[in-house]
């Protein structure tokens, strides 16, 4: 069990913020007259959308077997991930920590908050070298931990994730945006013994759901509630939290997704056997590969003259393309490309 007071790491004004509460969101009515919040009369969608999203949360908690107070949606996980920082990092003094290479995002938003990025540089299989943590969380004042698992973008997912909350006396936030694709257990089952764990799911991959926007932070009450008091009011519009209800109302549309795309996936990874540009294809528990090619400059651009889009990691990591995983028409135009190279 770890013992972190999670109010010591969260900045002082922060601590002193009143949330805003939305009167009609926070009682219930039989027949509500609805004159309170300067709304047009007329519309299908002419209201205000539930600012505590009370239906999603319900729906979730029953699905991951966790309390409503213990989860915070956002406007994507960008907005989680900037609030997150912006509660515990003070600007031009706190310091995150990343992976290196992991998702950009981290550092995007800490920059932005003006906090320090350090960079945890992984070793030649995208693994944390546990001794380098322990020797920067020793040297350096870091708040937030970003741990991405699958990681995003090498594919691989991290291993003794535990070991990580266990020794971090700061904030650990697990970003499991491919999780649904890696069979491996999430750290939604380490909550209980960790207060200073945050994880990150998304809508955006396993489910379909990109154009809804919504992410979700799974964490103790008390972050939770730090979550919320930041976070804007209506952050989550009525066509999303619709969107996402009626997918979590039909499971079978997420097992059917991930089974395609793991069967792609594998298919995939047959087919890149024996291709002449193909130097090395890295192991992947996530919807995508990393993909070290002879020529990575070259082929990007032949598969951009055929409209193929993909995702230059050169040369961040030399000589990378990540492609992610298509239905079977659009993974055999990008073999087929990639054979006649």
């Known amino acids: 069990m770890n013992t972190i007071s999670i109010n010591t790491l969260v900045r002082e004004n922060i601590l002193k913020l009143k949330p805003y509460i939305s009167f009609r969101d926070h009682n219930e009515f039989s027949e509500p007259t609805y004159l309170d919040a300067n709304e047009s009369p007329f519309g299908e969608w002419n209201r205000y959308p539930d600012s505590t999203q009370k239906k999603l949360k319900n729906s979730l908690a029953e699905l991951r077997k966790l309390s409503p107070s213990q989860i915070a949606i956002g406007n994507g996980s960008d907005e989680l991930i900037d609030l997150i920082i912006k509660i515990f990092c003070e600007p031009k003094k706190d310091a995150i920590l990343m992976m290196n290479p992991s998702f950009a995002m981290y550092g995007f938003y800490a920059a932005i908050n003006e906090n320090k990025v350090l960079q945890l540089d992984l070793d030649e299989n995208f693994e944390i070298i546990k001794e380098d943590f322990l020797q920067i969380i020793k040297e350096e004042p870091i708040k937030v931990f970003f741990l991405c698992s699958p990681n995003?973008?090498?594919?691989?997912?991290?291993?003794?994730?535990?070991?990580?909350?266990?020794?971090?006396?700061?904030?650990?936030?697990?970003?499991?945006?491919?999780?649904?694709?890696?069979?491996?257990?999430?750290?939604?089952?380490?909550?209980?013994?960790?207060?200073?764990?945050?994880?990150?799911?998304?809508?955006?991959?396993?489910w379909g759901i990109a154009g809804a926007r919504v992410g979700v932070a799974y964490a103790s009450d008390e972050i939770i509630r730090l979550i919320n008091t930041v976070k804007a009011p209506y952050n989550v519009n009525a066509l999303s939290q619709e969107l996402v209800l009626n997918a979590l109302e039909d499971e079978s549309r997420l097992k059917d997704n991930v089974r395609g795309i793991i069967k792609e996936r594998t298919w995939l990874q047959d087919q890149f056997e024996g291709i002449e540009c193909i130097v090395k294809v890295f192991p992947t528990d996530a919807n995508f590969f990393l993909i070290k090619l002879n020529d990575s400059n070259g082929v990007y651009a032949k598969m951009l003259e055929q409209e193929i889009l993909t995702s230059r990691r050169d040369p961040a990591i030399p000589g990378c393309i990540r492609i992610n995983v298509g239905t079977r028409r659009e993974n055999e135009k990008l073999i087929n490309l990639l054979k006649n190279i």
Request: no cysteine; charged share 20%; net charge negative.
């Open 152 to 206: 995003n973008p090498t594919g691989n997912s991290i291993e003794d994730i535990e070991f990580y909350v266990q020794n971090f006396n700061g904030i650990v936030v697990v970003d499991e945006a491919y999780i649904e694709f890696s069979g491996k257990k999430s750290s939604l089952e380490l909550l209980a013994q960790y207060p200073n764990l945050i994880v990150l799911q998304t809508f955006s991959k396993a």
